[in-house]
């Protein structure tokens, strides 16, 4: 809590920790050294578990087959496929040679692969072992694979790739093909020679090169493609699991075991993956794709203690019938991130662990702002998060200017672990990160006299109605304090006499399901009254975005197939 009260939304919290000064690959070096024989990885459904030694030796055999097959410092790959070991030697083979690995999402359409792959000029792709037709998408997008030839790849459309690895079994019309290789095949090329290489190009990198690609979501276009450095990345993972700096919780990080549910391509996924890096814990990665059967299940069997979900994670989970079978006494933290965790959601939550840390963060900022067991109540029933050590906040109104206290604005933040830049986007990254290292989020928050943020929802996503600005985040509050409503989104549709009106999207207890009357009257007197949902829209799942969270898109368009707008 700031130490005096203050007047103007701006805020400074001093960082107390010293900062990591080393690049991933050196980090890892190190860490292998101190915790050699110490469980780095688990994948539950894989049934594999990787020491910090082991991830070094495959990793830097990865790295040296690179090597061995002519490729260099600055170059790009590109991996495609679920949660599994391989992606993980890949990523960080790619950071000890100071190439960039590009992490493709499962949900990008064909032509957000092809912009993309060119984009980056991505010189390979790596497959994972899952899911089952990752092989039939890449002969959409790769046609010539298709072709009888022993030869290599040629491509009018993809200049620039020449090669492609396949984890499991190689189809024997791929076999034979020059520019294709089985995983296990592919980690064999390497010397002792290019091993050396490896150590020295490692040892060379310095920590503010850009070592990892992590893309926005992509929700209202392109996804863009966000730079970050090896400092960036240790240091804002090095924060995991809630405000460490501060002495009333104290916890033993090296000892932790933490839950990784979300997906590796994602940003917030380089949570779980960097995370033991950083302070020595190990990482039990739940499953190569969600299940709340089996995240419960590896919960339990593997004693987690702490990990990242975002909120539909947490609702599934707590929805399991028999969720009372499972023994959950190992869970100490559970961090949430993506959208606001409702406050009745959080007191549930709590049943089954010990502190329940909401936080906030965006792709070109990675984590910036907590919630802390030990703050005040007022704040904690608020959503009220406050900033990382390190991290600079104000609030400005659209003129550009810091807003008093206790009053709306769009949230600009100054930190360590900002972004370097878009690859290929000048203009984009000015408009997003200005001249004073200020990034504009284009979240809009509220701080107040002591320092603590509530976050109010997208800029964009603010609904203009009779001329007010209207945030859906109110609505969407008290949607879930409802209680046979299991997941809300407001948006808002175009109308021709009040500008937009307010749809309500919900998914709901299917057994006993609400009518639209009966959550227009439980909104009636608890929300703005031109927040009342004119719109009610009853979903089975509510979609969401290549990054996990909830996609006010799709649900817009959905919403407008439905109705008649007017």
Same mark, same amino acid.
């Given at each position: 809590?700031?130490?005096?009260?203050l007047t103007?939304?701006y805020l400074?919290?001093?960082?107390?920790?010293p900062f990591?000064?080393?690049?991933?690959?050196?980090q890892l070096?190190?860490?292998?050294?101190k915790?050699?024989?110490?469980?780095m990885?688990?994948?539950?459904?894989?049934?594999?578990?990787?020491?910090?030694k082991?991830?070094?030796?495959?990793?830097q055999k990865?790295?040296?087959?690179?090597i061995?097959?002519?490729y260099?410092?600055g170059?790009t790959i590109?991996v495609?496929?679920a949660?599994?070991?391989?992606w993980?030697?890949?990523?960080?083979?790619?950071?000890q040679?100071?190439?960039?690995?590009?992490?493709l999402?499962?949900?990008?359409?064909?032509?957000?692969?092809? %912009? *993309? +792959? =060119?984009?980056? &000029?991505?010189?390979g792709?790596? /497959?994972?072992?899952s899911?089952?037709n990752i092989?039939?998408?890449v002969?959409?997008i790769?046609p010539?694979?298709?072709d009888?030839?022993?030869?290599?790849?040629h491509?009018?459309?993809?200049?620039?790739?020449?090669?492609?690895?396949?984890?499991?079994?190689?189809p024997?019309?791929?076999?034979l093909?020059?520019?294709?290789?089985?995983y296990?095949e592919?980690?064999?090329?390497?010397?002792?020679?290019?091993?050396?290489?490896?150590?020295?190009?490692?040892?060379?990198i310095?920590?503010?090169?850009?070592?990892?690609?992590?893309?926005t979501?992509?929700?209202?276009?392109?996804?863009?493609a966000?730079?970050?450095?090896?400092? %960036? *990345? +240790? =240091?804002?993972? &090095?924060?995991?699991?809630?405000? /460490?700096?501060?002495?009333?919780?104290?916890?033993?990080?090296e000892?932790?075991?933490?839950?990784?549910?979300i997906?590796?391509?994602?940003?917030?996924?380089?949570?779980?993956l960097?995370?033991?890096?950083?302070v020595?814990?190990t990482?039990v990665?739940l499953f190569p794709?969600?299940?709340?059967e089996t995240m419960a299940?590896a919960l339990?069997?593997?004693?987690?203690t702490?990990?990242?979900?975002?909120?539909?994670?947490?609702?599934?989970l707590?929805n399991?019938?028999n969720?009372?079978?499972?023994d959950?006494?190992?869970?100490?933290?559970v961090n949430i991130?993506?959208?606001v965790?409702p406050?009745e959601?959080?007191?549930?939550?709590?049943?089954i662990?010990?502190?329940?840390?909401?936080?906030?963060?965006m792709t070109?900022v990675?984590?910036t702002?907590l919630s802390?067991?030990n703050?005040?109540?007022?704040?904690l029933?608020?959503?009220a998060?406050?900033?990382?050590?390190?991290?600079e906040t104000?609030?400005l109104?659209d003129?550009?200017?810091?807003?008093?206290v206790?009053?709306?604005?769009e949230l600009?933040?100054r930190?360590?672990?900002?972004?370097?830049?878009?690859?290929?986007?000048?203009?984009?990254t000015?408009?997003?990160?200005?001249g004073?290292?200020?990034?504009?989020?284009?979240?809009?928050?509220v701080m107040?006299?002591?320092?603590?943020i509530?976050?109010?929802?997208?800029?964009?996503?603010?609904?203009i109605?009779?001329?007010?600005?209207l945030?859906?985040?109110?609505?969407?509050k008290?949607l879930?304090?409802?209680?046979?409503?299991?997941?809300?989104v407001?948006?808002?549709?175009?109308?021709?006499?009040?500008g937009e009106e307010i749809c309500?999207c919900?998914r709901?207890?299917?057994?006993?399901?609400?009518s639209e009357?009966?959550?227009?009257?439980?909104?009636?007197?608890?929300v703005?009254?031109?927040l009342v949902?004119?719109?009610?829209?009853f979903?089975?799942?509510?979609?969401?975005s290549?990054?996990g969270?909830?996609s006010?898109?799709?649900l817009?368009e959905?919403?407008?197939?439905?109705f008649p707008?007017v």
């Open positions: 809590m700031a130490t005096e009260k103007k939304s400074h919290v001093p960082r107390k920790e990591i000064g080393m690049s991933v690959g050196q070096y190190q860490m292998a050294h915790y050699a024989d110490k469980e990885y688990v994948f539950y459904v894989d049934k594999e578990r990787i020491t910090f082991q991830m070094k030796d495959q990793s990865f790295a040296s087959s690179l061995a097959k002519g260099k410092k170059d590109a495609w496929g949660n599994h070991s391989e993980l030697v890949a990523l960080f083979a790619t950071m040679l100071g190439m960039l690995l590009v992490p999402r499962l949900e990008f359409p064909e032509a957000t692969i092809v %912009a *993309l +792959l =060119n984009k980056l &000029k991505c010189k792709l790596i /497959l994972t072992r899911p089952s092989l039939d998408r002969y959409e790769f010539e694979l298709k009888t030839t022993t030869d290599g790849f491509s009018e459309r993809f200049p620039g790739m020449e090669f492609f690895i396949i984890s499991g079994t190689v024997e019309q791929l076999s093909r020059k520019c294709v290789y089985s296990d592919f980690m064999t090329f390497g010397s002792e020679a290019d091993m050396e290489n490896v150590n020295k190009i490692c040892m060379s310095d920590m503010d090169e850009p070592c990892s690609v992590v893309f979501s992509g929700s209202t276009g392109m996804p863009k966000t730079a970050i450095s090896s400092h %960036a *990345l +240790l =240091n804002d993972r &090095k924060n995991i699991g809630f405000r /460490l700096e501060e002495e009333s919780l104290q916890y033993d990080l000892s932790a075991r933490f839950g990784e549910a997906t590796f391509s994602g940003g917030a996924g380089y949570i779980g960097i995370a033991p890096l950083t020595g814990l990482t990665v794709e969600f299940n709340a299940k339990q069997d593997e004693r987690v702490m990990g990242f979900f975002f909120i539909h994670h947490i609702h599934d707590l399991l019938p969720l009372s079978d499972y959950f006494s190992s869970l100490d933290i991130g993506g959208s965790i406050f959601m959080r007191r549930k939550l709590e049943n662990c010990k502190y329940v840390v909401p936080s906030y963060g070109e990675m984590l702002h802390h067991p703050d005040p109540e007022e704040k029933k608020a959503g998060l406050y900033p990382i050590g390190g991290t104000k609030i109104n003129n550009g200017f810091i807003v008093p206790n009053t709306i604005g600009h933040i930190t360590y672990s900002a972004f370097l830049y878009y690859v290929d986007e000048e203009k984009k000015r408009e997003m990160k200005d004073n290292g200020w990034i504009h989020s284009g979240d809009l928050g107040d006299e002591d320092g603590y509530q976050i109010c929802g997208r800029k964009k996503d603010l609904i109605k009779q001329a007010l600005n945030a859906p985040a109110e609505l969407e008290r879930y304090q409802h209680p046979r409503v299991q997941a809300a407001v948006i808002g549709l175009p109308d021709s006499r009040v309500a919900l709901v207890d299917k057994e006993n399901a609400p009357e009966e959550i227009r009257q439980f909104c009636n007197g608890k703005h009254e031109l949902p004119k719109y009610i829209l979903v089975d799942e509510i979609p969401t290549g990054s969270k909830f006010r898109q799709k817009t959905m919403a407008m197939e439905k707008i």
